[in-house]
């Protein structure tokens, strides 16, 4: 069943974002039925960016930093609720920018670039005004961070199929 469905049946009608939930999992309706909540995933994760989301099951919080995709949080799960680490792809996550970003104000700012271990972000040399950022989808692995460095809080990570990032000609829709 999916969250908002759930979230009617519950009462809860705000239109408040999802959480983002751990890398390599099965299936969300899997997560959401045999997590026991036992927190041992939490405890596992060397950046501490795993906390106690909504309806109390483990969220990823990308403010408190980046996954290192490291799988630890994977590891520690004994529910099996977690694809294997080496055999498949984290999650279909992707940086998204803002309009709210310095560089479209005028402001040079670098911190997502600097930040982004997979160099999924770049900005290109424009004549005459300041670099925006570009996000290559292709090298993007949606581990967030990016994310706690900026200083105007104008990156996220959504999923790709939501994501209004521009993929450009040579990328992929």
Request: proline share 7%; hydrophobic share 30%.
């Amino acid at each position: 069943m999916d969250m908002q469905r759930r979230n009617l049946f519950r009462g809860k009608l705000s239109s408040r974002s999802e959480d983002i939930r751990l890398p390599w999992l099965k299936s969300i309706d899997a997560f959401y039925e045999n997590c026991t909540r036992c927190y041992d995933c939490i405890q596992a994760c060397p950046e501490q960016i795993i906390h106690i989301g909504n309806g109390k099951y483990p969220a990823v919080n990308f403010k408190a930093g980046g996954c290192p995709l490291c799988g630890e949080c994977a590891k520690a799960c004994s529910q099996r609720l977690f694809n294997s680490p080496s055999d498949h792809k984290p999650w279909q996550l992707v940086a998204q920018v803002a309009n709210t970003c310095l560089p479209y104000q005028q402001v040079s700012c670098r911190s997502c670039q600097d930040s982004c271990p997979s160099t999924a972000i770049k900005f290109t040399l424009q004549p005459g005004t300041t670099s925006t950022p570009e996000i290559i989808v292709e090298k993007c692995t949606g581990c967030g961070f990016c994310v706690a460095p900026c200083p105007v809080f104008a990156i996220e990570i959504v999923s790709r199929h939501k994501s209004n990032t521009t993929w450009g000609s040579s990328n992929e829709s």
